[in-house]
DNA sequence: CGGCCGCTTGACCTGTGTCAAGGGATGTGG
DNA sequence: CCACATCCCTTGACACAGGTCAAGCGGCCG
């Protein structure tokens, strides 16, 4: 199975690690990957396994986790398309990762993009630079876990999700559909569901947001999101 | 003054960016690196600041932090001998930099950086390494900061100075000299100083830690110590 | 000696957690 | 096509961990 990938056709050529590499290189490339496609809810990494594996998310949305023995569980992050996962590792990974809809992976063994790297130093590069952004995220992140209201939490992660959606061009009206349930939220913002859930019954209540089918969400003032979420509400 | 330090002689030769060099690549970085000396409680990096420079730091200890604009704060990290300071970095400084106690500083300018990185592929290799690490230690504090309570908290903080001063070889029983104050551990931990205090009076009830001069720590059983931080209490 | 700073402790308060109930959507088997 | 179960979400009542406010102590320094 290993080599009958064709990455030059990917759809994410030129997003994550991929966009490292010329199109001759990427011919390399392809017969160290595999595509896989992962079905909802399913885990594909289990916290404190062997690493063997790092992966390019090329469609849909992962979690990333830690857990404490008795269950609580922490949201690290939610990756989407064209991200790359397995850095924050050493012989076994840190962290669990879970799809939460749908998923395709490009997989890579760990020895083969090691070699890889040798060859083609554009491609450490590459995943320095996605480390420092990682870096970034997980800072802000201590930020809310540490010393935000739950108020904030929420505004700040509707308005992250628009980041990855939009990227820097926001929309001063906005709309986005989550594909996590109100669990994965609380998980990733620090709290239970319950007070997630009576957030977004005041966010509704305060025109901020207006609340389709559950998942959808209308943003009707994005600057206002934004500096909730930022502390100065 | 740039130029004329003697990275060869160092005091952290073997830690940090610089074990990455041979002795005589390290003669070209030593014309791309000045040292520098902070004094204690200044800080050197203004969160949002232009980014000009990257630190290794040679001496002391560093605090990192985040604030929101009422003055909350979060400490993301104390960050000793040998560690590199700046991956998180854009133009613009993601986070401030606050020396703790009195600090040496190997200071390079990014493009210079830049340049050397080029020359020598093993720098960012190591950097990577570097930033791998931060990554998972980003992670472990999401999780304390979301999901683990107070005591839990104090625990995994005093667990984690012990790895800090010992590495992989801590000993049974152990001291620690905590540079910080309690404000520093209570905007690390996302706590109140109150808390944190209240947490150490009851770590010591509970003769889990002996409290000296206030910043002399001892440990009488770091197997139950590390057992509470990581939720095993 | 006086002022400041860091730390501790007490009394009280509140934001968020816990527990419990119920509703809507979706899926399944009879 | 209709029970029925399951899952996800919401809301209410109450509890509690940790925050807030206040007081006091000891060490350090000018």
Redesign the pocket.
């Known amino acids: 199975m290993e080599g009958c990938t064709n990455c030059a056709a990917c759809e994410v050529r030129g997003h994550g690690v991929c966009s490292a590499l010329a199109d001759k290189e990427l011919e390399r490339l392809s017969r160290a990957a595999v595509k896989v496609t992962v079905p909802a809810g399913h885990m594909f990494i289990e916290e404190g396994s062997d690493a063997h594996d790092f992966f390019n998310v090329t469609g849909g949305t992962v979690k990333l986790f830690k857990s404490l023995p008795d269950g609580r569980r922490q949201i690290t992050g939610f990756v989407g398309v064209g991200h790359f996962l397995g850095l924050a590792v050493s012989d076994h990974y840190a962290f669990g990762a879970e799809s939460v809809e749908q998923v395709q992976l490009c997989r890579f063994s760990r020895t083969k993009l090691e070699t890889l790297m040798e060859e083609f130093p554009s491609i450490e590069r590459r995943l320095l630079a996605e480390a420092a952004n990682e870096l970034v995220a997980a800072q802000d992140q201590m930020l809310l876990l540490g010393r935000k ?3 904030e939490r929420v505004a700040s992660f509707l308005y992250g999700r628009l980041v990855e959606k939009y990227g820097e061009h926001i929309p001063p009206v906005a709309d986005i559909l989550l594909p996590m ?3 994965d939220i609380a998980d990733f913002l ?9 957030t ?2 005041r966010l509704r209540r305060e025109h901020l947001i207006g ?1 389709g089918a ?2 959808d969400i209308h943003i009707p003032s994005v600057s206002r999101l934004e500096a909730i979420g930022s502390g100065d509400g």
Chains 1, 2 share one sequence.
Not at 190 to 198: D, H, K, M, P, Y
């Open positions: 209201t739950a108020h349930t109100r669990a620090g709290l239970t569901v319950e007070t997630v859930s009576r977004f019954s609340v559950g998942q």
